[in-house]
């Protein structure tokens, strides 16, 4: 079942979710503000006006959130 069960319990207390966050990937750095975890685990992070999926990277808040 994996994340599933749990996410929306984790929805509830995500600090994370609204903040402006810096993602590193293997493809480059992201930049944007945090939305959220998917059920499937995938962190939603928007983006100049659209939405990210991220599996994996290494995630820091930004000092502007």
Same mark, same amino acid.
């Given at each position: 079942?994996?994340?599933?069960?749990?996410?929306?319990?984790? !929805?509830? %207390?995500?600090? #994370?979710?609204?903040? %402006? /966050?810096? &993602?590193?990937? +293997?493809?480059?750095?992201?930049?944007?503000? !945090? %939305?959220? &975890? #998917? %059920? +499937?685990?995938? #962190?939603? /992070?928007?983006?100049?006006?659209?939405? #990210?999926?991220?599996?994996?990277? +290494? /995630?820091? /808040?930004?000092? +502007?959130?």
């Amino acid at each position: 079942q994996g994340f599933a069960p749990l996410a929306a319990e984790w !929805a509830g %207390a995500d600090c #994370l979710a609204g903040k %402006a /966050v810096s &993602i590193e990937t +293997d493809s480059g750095m992201v930049t944007g503000t !945090a %939305a959220g &975890i #998917l %059920a +499937d685990g995938r #962190l939603r /992070v928007n983006c100049d006006g659209r939405e #990210l999926l991220l599996v994996s990277g +290494d /995630v820091r /808040v930004r000092a +502007d959130s």
